[in-house]
């Protein structure tokens, strides 16, 4: 089994000094050179401890058989040791090759108590109270009190953050809770994410070009959701969502409908329709452009009769015009058509009753749904929907009118 055992009920099992090494242990099968366990009622000490007083560490850990260190390093492990004392002194432990902990790793009790690592760090459950610097983490369970700073990948099923993160990939976790500063450099990944923050930003995000991609122009932050809210914003006293460009872009840009149940404030409107229409009962279908009368229940119907005091307007929607506004528009059992108000609309006109001018008005003909040229003025009054902006000399079409109901 061993060939050195030390047993002390009240003071140290095993003794060595040396001006090597103090206690040197080899194993040429698959075991470790040197075991260390608490097997004793107090189970609070360690099984191994290490501690030193010069520039050369208490504990030297190597990965590999001793005989291999001239492979591994091209020198001898007496050589090798003092190159690593060099390198890294006034360390109480040094491990050479890679370090596997299946329980937690607990790193220091103070704030000036750091953690550096070159290569990765995998295990159970990581909490560190003091800096962190390692290459990539993963873990069922990792918990920062002080600084880390990851310069690869962080995967975690919980990362708890109290003070600063800084992840140089991608950070994946179940869970993250962030009271503190997080910066990821690459992806950030979970089912849950909060960052909680008092005067500064929760989330921030930096794209520094993301020219070409999808959306466009890149996203400093990006949010997706198949059924819920792909970004979402509250807030008690402020606005919920803010935006602002200061390089002639736009504040905000939806592409799709927007909805919006409270108030709508804007020193300015640009409305890319031309016309300002109102939805109202139809007694069938109305195509875009028809000149439509009230009927006696007061719903929309084509026109049938010259100078017709009843008439409504004209179906908004026709040509190359759609409205930019439509009022009164929500669900009904009844059909229901828009008609233009104000601005300019698509009309079906009729100039066989006389050839159509530039400014010549228009009222309702007997053609079903079409207008004709006003050319009685006494009883014109009242039937007038709108004026001419092209010309038509004969026949039907549809021609652009300014809308003026009178």
């Known amino acids: 089994m061993a060939e050195v055992i030390g047993t002390n009920t009240a003071g140290i099992g095993v003794s060595g000094t040396g001006s090597k090494y103090g206690v040197y242990g080899t194993s040429t099968g698959n075991f470790a050179g040197v075991v260390g366990q608490n097997g004793g009622g107090n189970t609070t000490a360690p099984g191994v401890y290490a501690q030193t007083k010069n520039t050369g560490p208490g504990l030297l850990a190597i990965s590999g058989l001793a005989y291999l260190i001239d492979a591994l390093f091209s020198t001898d492990l007496d050589t090798a040791a003092t190159n690593w004392t060099q390198k890294y002194p006034d360390k109480a432990g040094l491990f050479i090759g890679d370090v596997a902990i299946s329980g937690a790793l607990q790193i220091g009790q103070t704030s000036n108590k750091s953690l550096t690592l070159a290569s990765s760090l995998s295990g159970t459950s990581a909490d560190f109270s003091g800096a962190v610097n390692i290459a990539a983490v993963t873990g069922k369970t990792c918990e920062f009190s002080g600084t880390a700073n990851v310069g690869g990948t962080l995967t975690a099923k919980t990362c708890n953050?109290?003070?600063?993160?800084?992840?140089?990939?991608?950070?994946?976790?179940?869970?993250?809770?962030?009271?503190?500063?997080?910066?990821?450099?690459?992806?950030?990944?979970?089912?849950?994410?909060?960052?909680?923050?008092?005067?500064?930003?929760?989330?921030?995000?930096?794209?520094?070009?993301?020219?070409?991609?999808?959306?466009?122009?890149?996203?400093?932050?990006?949010?997706?959701s198949d059924n819920g809210y792909g970004v979402y914003g509250a807030s008690k006293a402020a606005s919920g969502v803010y935006g602002t460009s200061g390089s002639g872009g736009l504040a905000g840009e939806f592409v799709g409908n927007v909805s919006v149940t409270g108030r709508v404030t804007a020193n300015d409107v640009f409305l890319s329709g031309a016309d300002c229409a109102e939805e109202f009962d139809a007694a069938g279908d109305l195509e875009p452009g028809t000149v439509t009368v009230l009927d006696d229940d007061g719903a929309l119907c084509a026109c049938q009769h010259p100078y017709d005091k009843r008439v409504a307007g004209v179906i908004s929607g026709a040509g190359e015009f759609a409205p930019a506004i439509v009022l009164d528009r929500r669900q009904s059992t009844r059909?229901?058509?828009?008609?233009?108000?104000?601005?300019?609309?698509?009309?079906?006109?009729?100039?066989?009753?006389?050839?159509?001018?530039?400014?010549?008005?228009?009222?309702?003909?007997?053609?079903?749904?079409?207008?004709?040229?006003?050319?009685?003025?006494?009883?014109?009054?009242?039937?007038?929907?709108?004026?001419?902006?092209?010309?038509?000399?004969?026949?039907?079409?549809?021609?652009?009118?300014?809308?003026?109901?009178?």
Request: one cysteine or more; hydrophobic letters at 35%; glycine letters at 16%.
């Open 161 to 224: 953050v109290s003070d600063a993160a800084s992840v140089g990939g991608k950070l994946t976790a179940k869970t993250c809770d962030v009271s503190g500063a997080m910066s990821v450099g690459d992806e950030l990944t979970g089912t849950t994410c909060e960052f909680k923050g008092n005067t500064k930003t929760g989330v921030h995000g930096v794209n520094g070009s993301g020219s070409g991609t999808t959306p466009k122009f890149g996203c400093g932050v990006s949010g997706e």
């Open 335 to 406: 059909r229901r058509a828009p008609v233009a108000l104000v601005g300019k609309a698509y009309c079906k006109v009729d100039a066989s009753d006389g050839p159509i001018a530039v400014g010549d008005l228009l009222t309702s003909s007997a053609t079903p749904g079409h207008a004709m040229r006003a050319a009685d003025p006494t009883r014109a009054f009242g039937s007038i929907i709108g004026k001419a902006l092209k010309p038509l000399p004969a026949g039907r079409g549809l021609l652009p009118i300014l809308v003026a109901l009178q």
